[in-house]
């Protein structure tokens, strides 16, 4: 639209001066015809009055002072030049006689002579203005030429070029207006038209795969629009059917990875204890005299390995299940001071910015996920000089917020994202199982915990709790 408005100025300004010019061009050709015809009226008038016989020898003396007089009443002054091309009288009084204006050239003669209508224009500029001297025959009342009329006519346009500037200006504030308009309206417009399109890029931007998205609902839009809307709501429709499919993907992955972890766990015990019975059917003899401290070696093996099983099997199950959450209302600053207790490390300090934070918990699953955070703490710190835990608790915004560091051997870039995965673990013992049960209680109160960690320094995990949300929970 803007680009329109100024092309159309740039046009229209063209198409004036152009116009500006062949009116001028026309307005001084009629003037010239009018000045000529009426001076030629006066001049056949002078000779039709006139006493002196009507020849080219008394043009002189028939215009001697008549020529002055035509010359003021038509305010314009012409030459009499014979049919040689001489002067014979100018209606300037003082007229010099020059090889120019005394003699026409010899292309005006011939020009005159072969026109049709025995009329001819010649066209110049003088000191930048434009210049034309028509000549025409002078005849008798027989019809017969005795002389040559030379009117010479300078164009004045100075009053028209003081108009043209003045339209020009005038046409140009006009259309600064419209472009003014243009650019107002232009952008109405496109933030009308574009209103749409934001609706869509911001609905785009907020589009998530781990959650569920809003489709877009816009009323009466644009047939472009339109389909548009349709394509990503379609498209969300198979998100959404994707996320289903791979949900159900993980968690049967998810199981047969735990299958396999489970039965690995599970026969680490069953090969000694398969080799003990297999050493006790050999060697056993009831005569032995030593017979009874051999069946209770053989059967403290045994229940070693039997509770090897079962603490594997209650480490599983306290992971897969969910607890069933006896939410109280606690002190966090307090059930937390109390979790340490159990640790006899020296380098386990706590603090605490607010003696009372209040939440409503479980105490046993607020425990357990304290305890297991400084354990990992523990075993990250055993080759450090200075070993130091700080376990902090604190209320942020919303949440209260608890707070694990340590200054151990901290945590490998590239284990990172695995680090909260159920069978990962860098320890050369244990079933990596801890962090996973942490942020699986965590979730449930949807809360949630992250850390950071660089390799050498420490790491500090940091787990939020929503408050009221956790003291609303039943």
Same mark, same amino acid.
């Given at each position: ?52 016989? &009507? ?30 091309? &001489?002067?014979?009288? *100018? ?9 120019? *204006? ?120 644009? &047939? ?251």
């Amino acid at each position: 639209m803007i680009l329109l408005v100024l092309i159309a100025s740039v046009l229209i300004a063209g198409v004036s001066i152009y116009q500006y010019r062949e009116q001028n061009k026309d307005y001084h050709q009629k003037r010239l015809e009018r000045k000529e015809e009426q001076i030629t009226q006066s001049i056949n008038y002078t000779l039709r009055e006139t006493t002196y016989p &009507q020849t080219t020898e008394n043009l002189g003396l028939i215009f001697r002072d008549e020529i002055y007089r035509i010359a003021v009443v038509q305010n314009l002054p012409f030459n009499i030049y014979d049919l040689e091309g &001489q002067l014979i009288k *100018s209606s300037r009084p003082k007229f010099e006689n020059d090889s120019i *204006s005394t003699c026409l050239d010899a292309e005006v003669l011939n020009a005159l002579s072969s026109s049709v209508s025995k009329r001819y224009i010649e066209q110049n500029s003088t000191a930048g203005d434009r210049y034309q001297a028509s000549y025409t025959y002078i005849t008798d009342t027989k019809f017969k030429s005795i002389g040559i009329l030379n009117l010479p006519y300078y164009e004045d346009n100075s009053f028209n070029e003081m108009e043209l500037r003045e339209f020009l200006w005038r046409l140009a504030g006009v259309y600064l207006l419209m472009l003014l308009a243009a650019i107002a309206l232009a952008y109405f417009i496109s933030k009308y038209i574009t209103r749409s399109l934001q609706t869509i890029s911001d609905k785009l931007n907020q589009t998530d795969l781990t959650k569920r998205n809003e489709k877009i609902i816009i009323d009466d839009p644009s &047939q472009e629009i339109g389909k548009l809307v349709d394509s990503y709501n379609g498209m969300i429709d198979e998100l959404e059917q994707s996320a289903v499919k791979l949900a159900r993907s993980e968690r049967e992955q998810a199981w047969r990875e735990m299958a396999k972890q489970v039965a690995h766990e599970i026969k680490n015990p069953l090969t000694p204890m398969r080799l003990s019975v297999q050493s006790f059917e050999r060697k056993f003899d009831v005569e032995d005299p030593n017979i009874k401290t051999k069946v209770a070696e053989y059967s403290n093996t045994l229940i070693q390995q039997i509770d090897t099983m079962s603490n594997i099997a209650s480490a599983f199950s306290n992971f897969a299940e969910m607890p069933a959450q006896q939410n109280e209302t606690l002190n966090v600053v307090k059930i937390v001071k109390l979790a340490l207790d159990i640790f006899t490390e020296n380098y386990v300090h706590f603090i605490a910015e607010e003696e009372e934070i209040v939440a409503k918990l479980d105490r046993t699953q607020l425990i357990r996920v304290v305890t297991n955070l400084v354990k990992n703490a523990i075993q990250a710190v055993p080759e450090v000089q200075d070993p130091r835990i700080l376990v902090s608790v604190a209320s942020e915004e919303e949440f209260v917020k608890i707070s694990v560091a340590d200054n151990g051997i901290g945590i490998a870039d590239g284990v990172k994202d695995k680090i909260f995965e159920p069978k990962f673990t860098t320890k050369s013992s244990g079933m990596g199982l801890g962090l996973g049960m942490v942020k699986n209680i965590v979730e449930t109160y949807k809360g949630h915990i992250n850390f950071t960690s660089q390799e050498g320094k420490g790491t500090v995990f940091t787990v939020y709790f929503p408050i009221e949300l956790a003291a609303q929970k039943i």
